[in-house]
T-cell receptor, first 114, second 115 residues
Framework: DQQVKQNSPSLSVQEGRISILNCDYT??????FLWYKKYPAEGPTFLIS?????DKNEDGRFTVFLNKSAKHLSLHIVPSQPGDSAVYFC?????????????FGTGTSLTVIP | DTGVSQDPRHKITKRGQNVTFRCDPI?????LYWYRQTLGQGPEFLTY????????KSRLLSDRFSAERPKGSFSTLEIQRTEQGDSAMYLC?????????????FGPGTRLTVT
């Protein structure tokens, strides 16, 4: 039962343009959401998070948007740079039956073309 | 402290053998997590420690899997009688805050190949 879904396995974007990565979740008890970036042969690296009391959080070139009614979040990267090429995972946690874990999506592989 | 470390980085073993992985979390973090990641999937939760207490285990963690954190610092994950389906990346993460209050910091992972 995949509670966090990333339906786009891959995305290609030109350098300087906007990258938009999407994530959907099914569990309405989730109230904290994160994005991680992963390079090959490394563990995931935290990028940005958002609490359900907000609908937007911004950190430099990275902005996360949360639409609670649609159970949808997105990560915007502006402008995209070749170094952003990586696999991006969204994750969620909340007051669920198993409250001490993060649930991860399957990832979206972003390629930024120079 | 340079972050979460894991040892070994790679392990190749024959089916039926036992393997043990080690994780050293960020020193001030009292929460430690183990995840498993297979190709094309995100990390899947295996187990969680708060200090030395193992507070949560996933149903993914069969009886062949055991994890310890004896002094509330480093942790070990042992897999007994390995099977080919155990081949995966095993990730360790640590945190100083509850999942809803802060991020987890991941180590580089141990890649297990069972032949």
């Amino acid at each position: 039962d995949q509670q966090v879904k990333q339906n786009s396995p891959s995305l290609s974007v030109q350098e300087g343009r906007i990258s938009i990565l999407n994530c959907d979740y099914t569990n309405s008890m989730f109230d904290y959401f994160l994005w991680y970036k992963k390079y090959p042969a490394e563990g995931p690296t935290f990028l940005i998070s958002i609490s359900s009391i907000k609908d937007k959080n911004e950190d430099g070139r990275f902005t996360v948007f949360l639409n609670k009614s649609a159970k949808h979040l997105s990560l915007h990267i502006v402008p995209s740079q070749p170094g952003d090429s990586a696999v991006y995972f969204c994750a969620a946690s909340g007051n669920t039956n198993t409250g001490n874990q993060f649930y991860f999506g399957t990832g979206t592989s972003l390629t930024v073309i120079p | 402290d340079t972050g979460v470390s894991q040892d070994p980085r790679h392990k190749i073993t024959k089916r039926g053998q036992n393997v043990t992985f080690r994780c050293d979390p960020i020193s001030e973090h009292n929460r430690l997590y183990w995840y498993r990641q297979t190709l094309g999937q995100g990390p899947e939760f295996l187990t969680y420690f708060q200090n030395e207490a193992q507070l949560e285990k996933s149903r993914l963690l069969s009886d062949r899997f055991s994890a310890e954190r004896p002094k509330g610092s480093f942790s070990t994950l042992e897999i007994q009688r390995t099977e080919q389906g155990d081949s995966a990346m095993y990730l360790c993460a640590s945190s100083s805050r509850m999942p809803g209050a802060g991020e987890q910091y991941f180590g580089p992972g141990t890649r297990l190949t069972v032949t």
